[in-house]
């Protein structure tokens, strides 16, 4: 039945990024863009989410990091993010390497365009939206997962305004064909979850002999 209420089971997954709440470390390097840290309020309602914001050249404004890929493999990258004058991009330095390259429209909550893999986006409230992409590995390789702004709602390259960008928050990038809920990041190296399980989920006042 639809209304019924269900548990939320996750398998165990590793979260491969590290610095996830924290885009103005060195780990992530910044592409024609700065990072203040810290400036509003996250979705988990601390005040850790980074504003990025693009410089005044003309060329892609991206944060991002190299990652290793083995090719058949699929991979799930996801990310928060919200709205400070720009949309938002999820691309691969090299999309011969791993195929995910996905543009999503802040303004109205949805996927813009898709050019490899599958994207999807979650409402979190506040303005806050979860930005995921699927794509399989071409190659066992490496290549960057970028975080890049757009201009309007297609434009990769353009003049930045200096102040423009988006807050970024819970970056996650973990080997599956589908995302699951946000691993933080535990201060070491990846950061795994472990499964979920059920034990003594109802009772026979619940759950009877004939229906289970």
Known sequence: VQDCPALLLEPSRTNDMQRTEEFNNSYWIKYDTSVSANQIVSPDGSVTADRIIED?????????????FTSGSYYAVSVFVKENGRNFQIT???PNTWRGSAIYNLDTGSVQSTTYGTATIENYGNGWYRCMLVGQALATASTNINFGLISGTSTTSYTGDGSSGVYLWGAQREGGV???????????GSTTRSPDASRDSGTSADINSEEG
Do not use: E, K
């Open 178 to 188: 589908y995302p699951t809920s946000y691993i933080p990041w535990d201060g070491s």
């Open 56 to 68: 005044t050249g003309t060329s892609t404004h991206q944060v991002g990091r190299s990652f290793s």
């Open 92 to 94: 691969a330095g090299n």
